[in-house]
């Protein structure tokens, strides 16, 4: 990849889904910090980056609010 941008049909697919459920939440499964075009649209951003072989259940856990994100 020689660019930090998501694909152009990324970016579009997350718009359109944040025109349609002002509560959207993206989940970003990236190995490197990404440009967010979109990122006033959505509710959250969640950057799973290298989550493992538990990623699912980690994942849902955070958005079904089981677990709490690490503080920064």
């Known amino acids: ?3 930090i941008d ?3 049909s990324e970016n579009s697919l997350i718009s359109a ?3 349609a459920n002002p509560n959207t939440v993206v989940v970003l499964n990236t ?3 990404v440009t967010m075009p979109w990122l006033s649209s959505v509710k959250g951003v ?3 980056w ?3 072989q538990e990623d699912g259940s980690a994942i849902a856990a955070l958005l079904f609010g ?3 994100p690490p503080a920064t």
């Open 1 to 3: 990849m020689s660019s």
């Open 6 to 8: 998501l694909s152009s």
């Open 17 to 19: 889904v944040a025109a």
């Open 31 to 33: 190995g490197s910090a």
């Open 46 to 48: 969640l950057e799973a």
């Open 50 to 52: 290298y989550p493992g």
């Open 66 to 68: 089981n677990a709490d």
